[in-house]
Every structure is written in structure tokens, then in C-alpha cells.
């Protein structure tokens, strides 16, 4: 294992990784990108086709009028229970392979040739390091609730034997605990953020070497993942809204067609007219291709803002192993190498070389 580089924190570069590395290797960020993006919308069509046939029969349902029963209903459970656990199956995979494509650009920079998703060792780490970190939330979670719960009850009990101060001194231990639970949560997420930045930038399983990667810096690291939090949120709400207004257009057809019928029809649609004009709305070719030019948008930004998150455990990552500022970036040209000093000639002796110029006599 290579061995840590005592290198100083820089805040601007810990918080603008990202934008470095883009401004570097722009082609090659754009395409994990696309890439992601479209990975995404795999996902979403997936989970459509296999939420779908429960959907269409409580559509069916409620055109006929007809309140499901209780057989009902579990009949289209069932019937969608493959679909939906092949979904969550891929929801990882994908997941993993988004992942994947971020961290080996940011942390090794290095993009995959033509397609840049992967799912090999890096992936399968990932997974591993992933898991590893889910089961201690979970294990944390739990704690606290159990914790919480019994100081909750406590003090119920407490309130209800005629104790009130006794209920509010354990509400407010409850509330305590909240805020204790809470700042541990975000300490092991800080110290823990690394982790895969390093797994992957050194293509081995890395969980506890990323607890000193943050030694030292942990206040600086929280500052950056807190700032990037709230320029990921302000991007989201403009960014975010414009790509909305993308979908705008898209309800202009079916608007029209409610408008035909109610100039050709008297009263209100019945259900299966209803269904049908929705239909044909969102199915014409301008709407679709607003839905299609909106979700992409969308997702494109989407698996941006989640580089842009990737990049701070990354930097972490690079900064730890002495790498930061180093791939990429030239060098600062060499000082140009002095000439040598002259020498003068040696002063002539009379005797030097076997030459004196004298007779040997």
C-alpha cells in the first residue's frame, strides 16, 4: 500500500474537483455522463415495464367502476413480484456501475474506452465497501431507535405515575439523544467518505484506511461536503426548473384533445373517454418528444450533480495517497541548468608533460 502523502487540505480544490477534472478532460466527463443518463432512463423503463401490469388493471378497475378485493389485489401483486425484484437487482447494478464511471474518472483519471460503464472488480468492491457501510447505518439506526424508543417510554410511564418533571427531563433526553445519534451518523459518513474513492483509485478493497485519510481535516471535509450540498441544491432548483419546462409542451396535446371533445360533446367524458383522450395525448408525437427531450435533460443533470458529490470522497481519496494536482497537470518547467564555470588552463611549468623545452643535459 503506497504510503500517505502528509499534503495540506485545499478547501477550492476539494470543492471544485469536479470542475477541474471537467475542465481537463471535458469530452471524457460528458460521456459519463450520457452514459449514466442513459443507464438511468434503462432503469426507469424497467421499473415501468414491471409496475406497469399492476397499474393497467387498477386503471381497468376504476373505468369499470369496480372496487378491487383483497384477491384482487394480491393477484396483481404477485403477478408483478418478478418484475419488481428484477428491478431492484438492476436498480443496484446500476447504481454500482454509475458509481464506478465517476470514481475512475475522478479518482484515477481514467474513463473506460467507448462505453465507460463497467461492471467488473472495480464495481464488485464497490459493492462490498457499499454493503459493509449499509449494515453499520443500519446497525446505528436501529440503535438509536431502540435507545430513543426507551427513553420515549420511559417517560411515558413516568408522566403517566404522576412524575411531570420526570416526562419532561426524559423528552428532553430523547431529544438529546436525537442530536447525539444524528452527529455520530455524520461523523462515520465524513470518516468513511473516502472509502471508495480509494477502493477504486487503488483497485483493492478499502474501508478502514479511509478513516485516516480525514485525520486532521474532518472539520475542513464536513465544510466541503455541507458547501457542496447547498451548490448542488441551488443548481438543482434553476438548472432543475428550467429542464422541467421541457415537459411543459408535453401536455399541450392532450389539453387539446379534452378541448375537441368538449366542443363536439355535451356533459363530462365518461371514464373510458377520458382514458382515451390521455392516451392519445401523451402518445402524439410533439409530446413524446418533449417527454423524451425533458427525462433525458433531467437525468443528464442528474448524474452530474452526482459527480459532483463523488468528487469530494475522490479528492479525499487522491489527497491521501499523494496524488492530488499531479494527473494531468504539467509540471512547472525545470530551472534551466547553469553553465559550468570555465576553468582556467594550468600555467605552464616548464616540466609538465615530459616537455620542458630544456636540454635533458
Given at each position: 500500500?503506497?504510503t500517505?502523502?502528509?499534503?495540506?487540505y485545499?478547501?477550492?480544490?476539494a470543492?471544485?474537483?469536479?470542475?477541474?477534472?471537467?475542465?481537463?478532460?471535458?469530452?471524457?466527463?460528458l460521456?459519463v455522463?450520457?452514459?449514466?443518463g442513459?443507464?438511468?432512463?434503462?432503469?426507469?423503463s424497467?421499473?415501468?415495464?414491471?409496475?406497469?401490469?399492476f397499474?393497467?388493471?387498477?386503471i381497468?378497475?376504476?373505468?369499470?367502476?369496480?372496487?378491487?378485493?383483497f384477491?384482487?389485489v394480491?393477484?396483481?401483486m404477485?403477478?408483478i413480484?418478478g418484475?419488481?425484484l428484477?428491478?431492484?437487482?438492476?436498480?443496484?447494478?446500476?447504481?454500482?456501475?454509475?458509481?464506478?464511471?465517476?470514481?475512475?474518472?475522478?479518482?484515477?483519471?481514467?474513463?473506460?474506452?467507448?462505453?465507460?460503464?463497467?461492471?467488473?472488480?472495480?464495481?464488485?468492491?464497490l459493492?462490498?465497501v457499499?454493503?459493509?457501510?449499509?449494515?453499520?447505518?443500519?446497525?446505528?439506526?436501529?440503535?438509536?431507535?431502540?435507545v430513543?424508543?426507551?427513553?420515549?417510554v420511559?417517560?411515558?410511564?413516568?408522566?403517566d405515575?404522576?412524575?411531570?418533571?420526570?416526562a419532561?427531563?426524559?423528552?428532553?433526553?430523547?431529544?438529546?439523544?436525537?442530536?447525539?445519534?444524528?452527529?455520530?451518523?455524520?461523523?462515520?459518513?465524513?470518516?468513511?467518505?473516502?472509502?471508495?474513492?480509494l477502493?477504486?483509485?487503488?483497485?483493492?478493497?478499502?474501508l478502514?484506511d479511509?478513516?485516516?485519510?480525514?485525520?486532521?481535516?474532518?472539520?475542513?471535509?464536513?465544510?466541503?461536503?455541507?458547501?457542496?450540498?447547498?451548490?448542488?441544491?441551488?443548481?438543482?432548483?434553476?438548472?432543475?426548473s428550467?429542464?422541467q419546462?421541457?415537459?411543459?409542451p408535453?401536455?399541450?396535446?392532450v389539453?387539446?384533445?379534452?378541448?375537441?371533445?368538449?366542443?363536439?360533446?355535451?356533459?363530462?367524458p365518461?371514464?373510458?373517454?377520458?382514458?382515451?383522450?390521455?392516451?392519445?395525448g401523451?402518445?402524439?408525437p410533439?409530446?413524446?418528444?418533449?417527454?423524451?427531450?425533458?427525462?433525458?435533460?433531467?437525468?443528464?443533470?442528474?448524474?452530474?450533480?452526482?459527480?459532483?458529490?463523488h468528487?469530494?470522497?475522490?479528492?479525499?481519496?487522491?489527497?491521501?495517497?499523494?496524488?492530488?494536482?499531479?494527473?494531468?497537470?504539467?509540471?512547472?518547467?525545470?530551472?534551466?541548468?547553469?553553465p559550468?564555470?570555465?576553468?582556467?588552463?594550468a600555467?605552464?611549468?616548464?616540466?609538465?608533460?615530459?616537455?620542458?623545452?630544456?636540454?635533458?643535459?
Amino acid at each position: 500500500m503506497p504510503t500517505p502523502n502528509a499534503q495540506s487540505y485545499d478547501f477550492g480544490s476539494a470543492l471544485l474537483h469536479f470542475f477541474k477534472v471537467f475542465g481537463r478532460r471535458p469530452g471524457g466527463t460528458l460521456w459519463v455522463a450520457l452514459w449514466n443518463g442513459l443507464l438511468y432512463i434503462a432503469l426507469v423503463s424497467l421499473v415501468i415495464w414491471s409496475l406497469w401490469p399492476f397499474y393497467a388493471q387498477l386503471i381497468s378497475m376504476a373505468m369499470e367502476q369496480r372496487e378491487p378485493e383483497f384477491e384482487d389485489v394480491f393477484a396483481m401483486m404477485m403477478s408483478i413480484s418478478g418484475g419488481v425484484l428484477l428491478a431492484m437487482i438492476g436498480g443496484i447494478v446500476v447504481a454500482l456501475m454509475a458509481q464506478g464511471a465517476w470514481l475512475r474518472l475522478l479518482a484515477r483519471d481514467e474513463v473506460a474506452p467507448m462505453i465507460p460503464l463497467r461492471f467488473g472488480g472495480d464495481e464488485f468492491r464497490l459493492l462490498g465497501v457499499n454493503v459493509v457501510l449499509l449494515i453499520l447505518g443500519s446497525v446505528l439506526y436501529m440503535v438509536a431507535v431502540g435507545v430513543v424508543a426507551g427513553v420515549v417510554v420511559a417517560a411515558a410511564a413516568a408522566n403517566d405515575s404522576g412524575g411531570g418533571a420526570a416526562a419532561v427531563a426524559g423528552g428532553l433526553a430523547g431529544f438529546a439523544l436525537i442530536v447525539v445519534f444524528i452527529a455520530v451518523f455524520v461523523f462515520l459518513a465524513i470518516k468513511f467518505a473516502p472509502a471508495p474513492g480509494l477502493t477504486v483509485l487503488d483497485r483493492r478493497f478499502r474501508l478502514f484506511d479511509a478513516w485516516p485519510a480525514t485525520q486532521r481535516v474532518f472539520w475542513w471535509a464536513l465544510l466541503t461536503y455541507v458547501v457542496m450540498a447547498l451548490m448542488i441544491l441551488a443548481m438543482a432548483m434553476v438548472l432543475g426548473s428550467i429542464a422541467q419546462m421541457l415537459f411543459l409542451p408535453a401536455i399541450f396535446p392532450v389539453i387539446g384533445e379534452f378541448a375537441s371533445y368538449t366542443q363536439t360533446h355535451a356533459g363530462d367524458p365518461s371514464p373510458d373517454e377520458a382514458f382515451a383522450m390521455l392516451w392519445s395525448g401523451l402518445t402524439h408525437p410533439v409530446a413524446i418528444t418533449f417527454i423524451a427531450l425533458g427525462t433525458v435533460v433531467s437525468l443528464v443533470l442528474q448524474t452530474l450533480y452526482e459527480g459532483m458529490w463523488h468528487s469530494i470522497g475522490a479528492y479525499l481519496a487522491r489527497r491521501y495517497r499523494g496524488l492530488e494536482g499531479a494527473a494531468g497537470e504539467p509540471s512547472p518547467p525545470a530551472a534551466p541548468t547553469p553553465p559550468p564555470t570555465p576553468v582556467s588552463p594550468a600555467a605552464n611549468t616548464g616540466d609538465a608533460g615530459g616537455d620542458s623545452g630544456s636540454s635533458p643535459h
